[in-house]
C-alpha cells in the first residue's frame, strides 16, 4: 500500500506540473504532499508494528492510516480529474509524463464520451435538471484505475528506482 500510494503522489506531481490551472495545480500539489505524509506514516506505523507483533492498538492505529492513505488518495485522484477538465499543457518528452498523459486523455474521452451521450439521452425534468433515477454515473479517475489489469505479478514488492521504471508501471 504505501509504494502504490508512492506512485499516486509521483503521478499527482507530473499533473500538477503541466496542470495550465494555477488553483488545480496548487490543490493537487497539496493533496499529493498530504498523501506523501500519510504514506510515510503508513510505512513507519508498519515497521513499528512488524517488530512488536499483535497488539490490538498497533492493529487499529495499522488500520487506521490504511483508511487515512485511501481518503489521500480519493483525494488526490479527484484534484487530478479538476486538472484534467481544465486542461494540461504537452508533456516533455519523458516517458513517465507521456504515459501519465495518456491515462489522462483516456479518461478524459471517456468523460467526453459519457456527457455526449447523456446528452443524446437526455432524462430532465421540468426545470431542465438531469434526473437522478437511472442515470448512469460519470466516470472518474479512480474507476478507469480500477479496471486496469493488475501488472502487480511482474514488480517486486518494494520496487528499487532503475532507469526505465515508470509510475504507470504499478496497478494503483
Known sequence: MVSDGQVVVKFGNILAKHCLDQRCATELLRA?????????QLSIVA??????????????????????????VQHVLRAAEAACVKGLGQPSTDPEEEQVAAFCQ?????????????ALNSDRDELGLRKTRGAKAEPTLMSLVQEQPPQSRNIPKHPSPRKGYTVMDRHL
Open 106 to 118: 483516456q479518461w478524459k474521452k471517456n468523460l467526453t464520451q459519457h456527457r455526449a451521450k447523456e
Open 47 to 72: 515497521r513499528v508494528k512488524a517488530v512488536t507483533g499483535e497488539s490490538k492498538a498497533s492493529s487499529e492505529l495499522l488500520l487506521s492510516n490504511v483508511q487515512n492513505l485511501i481518503q489521500a
Open 32 to 40: 499529493a504532499e498530504h498523501t506523501q505524509s500519510i504514506s510515510s
